[in-house]
C-alpha cells in the first residue's frame, strides 16, 4: 500500500475527509476518517498567547518587523497611523502648546535601520529555544524638532529619552512537524505553532506603559523595552541590540513595537550646554561612559575623557555618569546651572580599583593573599 501523507494545516482548510475507517489522534489535533462517507472536521481551537490589553488605537500606529529566520532578514514597515498632539508636527513650530507634544512616533517623524542580524545555536541561552538578535537604530526626520522622554505611554522614574517596546508577536510560518499514525500507514504533518518571546537584550525589565496597577504574574500589558537617548534634529540615535527567544521551528515571525517620545522644539526658549571631563587617577580609560543631564539629555566621554552635552535648555540641572567600567564606583551627581549660549562646567574624578593580573609562576590565591597584606 502506498503511505497517504496528509498535512493538517490543508485539512483544517476542507470541510471534508477522505473515505477510510481510521482514528488517529495526536497532541496537536484528531483526525476522523468515516469508511462510508465524507465526514466534517471540527479541529481543537490552538492555544495562543492572550492579546495585551492595551488601547485599540495604538496598535494600528505600531512599526511592524518581520522577521525571517531563515533568510536572516528583517523588514521594517511603518505605521499607516500616528498618534500625536498637536496632530501636525508643524505646529510644535509655531509655538502651539509650549513647544512639546507627546507622540507615538510613525514613519513621518522617524525612520528605523536594522543592521547585525544573528542567530544563536539551538539552547545557547534558553534549553529549547533559537536567540536572534539585530541592531536597531533611530533616525529623526524633523528639523527644529527634539525626541525626548515621553510623557505618554510613559517609562518608568528616571529612564530617558525615545522608548520602543514591543506588545504583539506573532508566528507567520513554521517548518511542521511530523507524527506518524499506529495503523493504516497513514502519516499526520501537524502545524507547529511556536512561540516568541523578547529576550533580555531588550535592556528594560517588563513595565506597564498604560496604566499604574503594576505589573503582576497575571498582567498581559507589561512590556520589556529599550531606551535610544534624547535624539536631536536630523540626527541618530545609538544603535541598540533587541533580540527574540523563538522555537527553533519558526521560520517567519511579525512583531509590532510601539516607539514613543514627546515631540520638543528647540527653537523656542534659549538653551546652552553642560561639559566637563571624566578622568581617574587610576589611569584606566573611561571613554564610552555616559553623562546624563537632568531633562533627558546625554553625551557620551571621549578617549580623552572630555565630553559636551549640547542644546540644554536653560535652568538648573543635575549631571551625573553611568555606564562605567564595572570595577569602578559611581561618583555623586553634581548640580549646574544652564546659561543662555554658555557652558556650564561639571568635572567628575572617578574612583577604580583596576583588577591585578597574577604574577607568572604564581597562583591567583597567592596574588590575592600578598595583596592583602
Given amino acids: 500500500m502506498v503511505p497517504i501523507v496528509r498535512d493538517v494545516r490543508t485539512v483544517f482548510r476542507s470541510s471534508t475527509l477522505v473515505r477510510r475507517a481510521a482514528a488517529l489522534t495526536t497532541a496537536a489535533t ?28 495604538y496598535r494600528g500606529a505600531a512599526f511592524i518587523f518581520d ?11 511603518a505605521p499607516t497611523t500616528t498618534i500625536r498632539s498637536p496632530i501636525a508636527a508643524a505646529s510644535l513650530n509655531l509655538g502651539v502648546n509650549s513647544g512639546r507634544s507627546y507622540s507615538v512616533l510613525g514613519g513621518d517623524v522617524i525612520g528605523l535601520t536594522v543592521s547585525n542580524f544573528q542567530a544563536s545555536a539551538v539552547g545557547a541561552f534558553t534549553p529549547g529555544k533559537l536567540r536572534i538578535t539585530f541592531d536597531l537604530g533611530i533616525n ?13 505611554p510613559a517609562p518608568p522614574v528616571g529612564v530617558t529619552g525615545v522608548q520602543a517596546f514591543p506588545f504583539q508577536m506573532s508566528v507567520t510560518s513554521t517548518s511542521g512537524s511530523v507524527e506518524k499514525g499506529t495503523s493504516n500507514n ?21 513595565h506597564n506603559f498604560f496604566n499604574d496597577t503594576g505589573c503582576p504574574v497575571t498582567a498581559t500589558d507589561c512590556f520589556r523595552y529599550e531606551s535610544f537617548g534624547v535624539v536631536g534634529p536630523l540626527g541618530s540615535s545609538t544603535t541598540q541590540q533587541i533580540g527574540f527567544d523563538v522555537d527553533p521551528t519558526i521560520a517567519i515571525f511579525r512583531v509590532r513595537v510601539l516607539l514613543v517620545a514627546d ?24 571613554a564610552g561612559a555616559i553623562v546624563n543631564v537632568s531633562g533627558g539629555f546625554s553625551g557620551t566621554v571621549a578617549a580623552s575623557g572630555a565630553y559636551t552635552v549640547a542644546s540644554v535648555p536653560t535652568g538648573s540641572r543635575t549631571v551625573s555618569v553611568t555606564n562605567l567600567p564595572s570595577f569602578c564606583v559611581t561618583p555623586v551627581s553634581q548640580s549646574v546651572t544652564v546659561s ?3 557652558a556650564a562646567t561639571a568635572n567628575f574624578v572617578v574612583s577604580c580599583t583596576v583588577p591585578t593580573a597574577p604574577s607568572p609562576g604564581r597562583s591567583p590565591a597567592a596574588t590575592a593573599a600578598i595583596a592583602g597584606r
Avoid at 67 to 77: D, H, L, P, R
Avoid at 140 to 152: K, S
Avoid at 186 to 206: A, F, H, K, Q, Y
Fill in 340 to 342: 543662555a549660549g554658555a
Fill in 30 to 57: 484528531i483526525v476522523l476518517l468515516s469508511a462510508c462517507a465524507d465526514t466534517a472536521l471540527t479541529p481543537p481551537a490552538a492555544v495562543l498567547p492572550i492579546d495585551p490589553a492595551i488601547p485599540a488605537q
Fill in 186 to 206: 497513514e502519516t499526520v504533518i501537524t502545524p507547529s505553532l511556536g512561540l516568541v518571546v523578547p529576550s533580555t537584550n531588550w535592556d528594560g525589565d517588563p
Fill in 263 to 286: 515631540l520638543e522644539n528647540v527653537d523656542l526658549w534659549p538653551t546652552g550646554s553642560v561639559s566637563g571631563t571624566v578622568t581617574t587617577p587610576a589611569g584606566v580609560s573611561l
Fill in 140 to 152: 529623526n526626520r524633523l528639523a527644529g524638532i527634539r525626541l525626548v522622554t515621553p510623557t505618554f
Fill in 67 to 77: 522577521v525571517n529566520a531563515t533568510k536572516k532578514t528583517v523588514g521594517v514597515t
